[in-house]
């Protein structure tokens, strides 16, 4: 593969001011060189997944998140935990994931999260692990990391504003991109 790797960013958080956001964000702003990293807004306006649609055409934002998957070489996730596992609105997103059986969807494509729960929430990440099973999609495990980050340590622009977080989400950024292109050239974060 040539040119830069192309890395989707998926907050499963709705939340205006929400941590894992800021994380990814973050991660979006800082990417290092030969990374381009998007981030995904379509959740909220997702319908409840339904397999019916399967058999005809999707309702539009479901397509474009197939779209999306499907562009990206690579996906990196962060999370909530609500009620001890996965938010709604986000196992909602990864179940219109699970069925496309297209080419270039999650199936086997290299994922890493981004964990920025200060207490953890390892009942949300253990459930993501087994709901990305289900895709086969690649878990990079260098590319999951836990970086705890509170709301004050959010900056006015809405990214995080600690530096050695900075430095551990984009370094499991760009391992994510490493792997989607069979590399370890990626380069090294750089500073804001």
Known sequence: MSGAAHVLLVSGSLRQGSTNTAALR????MS???VRARLYDGSASLPAFNPDHEAGSLPTPAAELRAAVRAAD????????YAGGLPGAFKNLLDWLIGDAQPRSLYEKPVGWINVSPRGAVHAYDSLRIVLSYANALVVEEACVHVPISGSGIDAAG???????????VEALA???ARAVGQSGIEQPRGR
């Open 32 to 34: 290092p060189a030969g």
């Open 74 to 81: 690579a996906l990196v996730f962060s999370v909530p935990e």
């Open 26 to 29: 973050t991660a979006m702003v």
């Open 175 to 177: 391992a994510v991109a």
């Open 159 to 169: 990214l995080v504003a600690d530096p050695a977080a900075d430095r551990q989400i």
